[in-house]
C-alpha cells in the first residue's frame, strides 16, 4: 500500500449486535486472564507430584516471557492478515497449550507446554482491544469500559476462588483441561459473530524487527526475573542482560525507521504525544494491579489474620469500585466527548490510597485496608480504560493492532518489572527476620516463639509499607502524564475504508484482511 492511500482511523460503523460480539472477546480475555490465576494457586500441589521445586518459577517466567514476546508480533500479524483469523489462531492455540499442559509428565515438559500457553495468550491480549478499536469508534467506546472492568475483576477475583476449588476437589491437571469448555465456546461464539471491515494491503514481513524486539523483550524480562533473587542486582549477569536490552531496542528502533512496513511504526509514538503519555499510564496500571493483586492478600494473611481461603474475597474492596467507577466514567465520555478529566482524578486517587497502604500495620484494621483499597479501585476505574481509549484516538485503523499490541507490552512489562522491584523491597527487609526452616506460610509462622513472630510480622509490614510507597511514586508520574495529555475530541464512525489490491512484487506479500 502506497503511503499516499489513506485508511480509515476509526470503524465505519457500530455492528447492531456489538455488545454479543464484544462478550465473545471478553471471553477469550477471561480465558487468559483466569488462567494464570488458577496455575498459580495449584503450583504447590504440581510440585508436589512432578517434583522440580528448583524450576517452579519457569512455570511461571515462560508462560510470562512469551506473553510479552509475542504480543507485538500478534499485533502486527492482525494488522496485516486480518485481526479476525488472527484471533481465533491464538485462541486455538492457547487451548492447545492447556491440553498439553494438563498432560505434562515432568516440569520440563510443563515448562516447554507453558511457553505454547503463552504464545496464545500474547495473541489474545493483542487483539482484544484491537478488536475493540476496529468494531466501536471512541466516542462511543466508554459505553463498553464496564464489561471490560468486569471481565478484569472477575479474572483476578474468580482466579484463585477457582484455583482452590478445583485443586481441594479433582486432580491438578484440571487447573488447565478447565480452559477448553471456556475457549471453544468463545471460538465457536466468535467464528458465528465476529466480522470486521475487510482491506487488501500490500506488505513486507519485519523479520529483523521481529528479532530484536523479541531479544530486547527477554532480555528485560528476564532481568527483572532474576534480579534481587537469583542473582544480585549488580551483577555482572544483570548488568550484562540490561546492556543487551538496551543495544537490540537501539538497533531495533534504527530498523523500524528503514523499513517499509515496521511491526511497531515509530508514528504510533511520535505521531500524537497523547499515545506514550497513554502508555506512561497503562504501565502505572500494570505496576499497581500486579503489586496489588500479590502484596495486598499476603499483608491481609500473615499480619491481619486473614484467611488464605478468603484470598480471592480480599480483593473485592479493590475491584468492585474498578467496575462500577469504569462504568460510570465510560457512560459520562460517551455522552460529553470529555475524557482528560478522568485520568488526572484517577491517578490522584491511586497515588493517594496506595500511600495510605504505606502506612499500615499490625493494628491497621482490615475494614480500614478495605477503605484504602476502594481508593486505589476508584483510582484504577478511572485510569486503566481511559488510558486505552486515549491510546486509540491517537492512532489510525490501520496501525490499531500494533498499537493495542503496544499497550499490552507495556502492561505486562510493568507488571513483570513492578513485581520484579517489589520482590526485591520486600525479601530484603523479611530475609534476615525469617527464622531458619520456617517459610511464609500463615499456618507455620503462628506456631513461632512470640518475639521472633513479631520480628518477623514487623518485617512484612515494612516491606509492604516500601511497596506500596515505591508504587505510589510510579502513580504520581502517572499523574503529570495525565495533566498533560490534550483533549483531542473522540472520534466518531468514519468512512468504510476502499478496498485495494496489489500485484505480487519479490519479496513482498499481497495480504488480504477480508474477514
Not at 82 to 102: D, H, K, N
Not at 334 to 345: D, H, L, M, Q
Request: aromatic share 8%; hydrophobic share 55%; proline share 5%.
Amino acid at each position: 500500500m502506497s503511503k499516499a492511500e489513506s485508511l480509515p482511523s476509526t470503524p465505519s460503523a457500530v455492528p447492531k449486535d456489538v455488545r454479543w460480539v464484544l462478550l465473545g472477546v471478553m471471553l477469550a480475555m477471561l480465558l487468559s486472564m483466569l488462567d494464570n490465576m488458577v496455575v498459580s494457586t495449584a503450583m504447590p500441589t504440581i510440585v508436589g507430584e512432578l517434583g522440580g521445586l528448583e524450576h517452579i518459577s519457569w512455570v511461571v517466567t515462560a508462560y510470562t516471557l512469551v506473553t510479552a514476546v509475542t504480543t507485538p508480533i500478534w499485533g502486527k500479524f492482525g494488522d496485516l492478515f486480518g485481526r479476525r483469523p488472527m484471533y481465533l489462531a491464538s485462541i486455538a492455540v492457547f487451548m492447545a497449550g492447556s491440553v498439553l499442559c494438563g498432560a505434562a509428565q515432568s516440569m520440563g515438559e510443563l515448562i516447554a507446554f507453558r511457553v505454547v500457553q503463552g504464545i496464545g495468550a500474547g495473541g489474545i491480549g493483542a487483539g482484544a482491544f484491537a478488536l475493540i478499536g476496529a468494531l466501536v469508534p471512541p466516542r462511543e467506546r466508554g459505553k463498553y469500559q464496564g464489561m471490560t472492568a468486569s471481565i478484569m475483576a472477575i479474572g483476578t477475583i474468580g482466579g484463585p476462588l477457582l484455583g482452590g476449588f478445583v485443586t481441594g476437589h479433582f486432580d491438578w491437571r484440571w487447573a488447565f483441561y478447565i480452559n477448553l469448555p471456556l475457549g471453544l465456546v468463545a471460538l465457536v461464539w466468535l467464528w458465528l459473530k465476529l466480522h470486521v471491515p475487510a482491506t487488501r494491503i500490500k506488505a513486507k514481513i519485519d523479520w529483523a524487527g521481529i528479532s530484536l524486539l523479541t531479544l530486547s523483550i527477554t532480555a528485560i524480562v528476564l532481568a527483572a526475573t532474576w534480579a534481587g533473587s537469583t542473582y544480585a542486582w549488580g551483577s555482572w549477569q544483570i548488568l550484562s542482560l540490561g546492556a543487551l536490552a538496551v543495544i537490540a531496542l537501539a538497533a531495533f528502533v534504527g530498523v523500524e525507521k528503514r523499513v517499509s512496513e515496521p511491526l511497531l511504526p515509530l508514528s504510533v509514538f511520535t505521531g500524537h504525544r497523547n499515545y506514550p503519555l497513554a502508555m506512561v499510564m497503562t504501565l502505572a496500571a500494570g505496576v499497581v494491579m500486579f503489586g496489588a493483586g500479590l502484596y495486598l492478600p499476603l499483608f491481609q494473611q500473615n499480619v491481619q489474620g486473614a484467611s488464605a481461603t478468603d484470598s480471592g474475597l480480599l480483593m473485592l474492596p479493590m475491584m468492585i469500585p474498578v467496575v462500577i467507577v469504569s462504568t460510570i466514567a465510560g457512560k459520562v465520555m460517551s455522552a460529553t466527548g470529555k475524557y482528560k478529566i478522568f485520568p488526572v482524578v484517577g491517578t490522584v486517587f491511586l497515588t493517594v490510597g496506595l500511600g495510605l497502604l504505606a502506612t499500615m500495620d499490625a493494628d491497621t484494621s482490615l475494614a480500614l485496608t478495605g477503605l484504602y483499597m476502594v481508593l486505589v479501585g476508584i483510582g484504577l476505574g478511572f485510569t486503566m480504560q481511559m488510558a486505552n481509549t486515549i491510546a486509540q484516538n491517537s492512532v489510525s485503523l490501520r496501525d490499531m493492532g500494533a498499537a493495542m499490541s503496544s499497550a499490552n507490552l507495556f502492561r505486562t512489562l510493568g507488571g513483570s518489572l513492578g513485581v520484579a522491584v517489589f520482590g526485591s523491597l520486600f525479601t530484603r527487609a523479611v530475609q534476615p527476620h525469617l527464622p531458619v526452616g520456617a517459610d511464609s506460610d500463615p499456618n507455620a509462622l503462628r506456631d513461632l516463639p512470640v518475639g521472633a513472630r513479631d520480628a518477623y510480622l514487623t518485617a512484612v509490614t515494612d516491606g509492604t509499607s516500601h511497596i506500596f510507597l515505591t508504587a505510589a511514586i510510579v502513580c504520581a508520574l502517572a499523574f503529570i502524564a495525565a495533566l498533560v495529555v490534550i483533549e483531542v475530541p473522540l472520534k466518531k464512525a468514519g468512512p468504510p475504508a476502499p478496498a485495494t489490491t496489489h500485484e505480487n512484487t519479490p519479496e513482498t506479500i499481497t495480504v488480504a484482511t477480508a474477514d
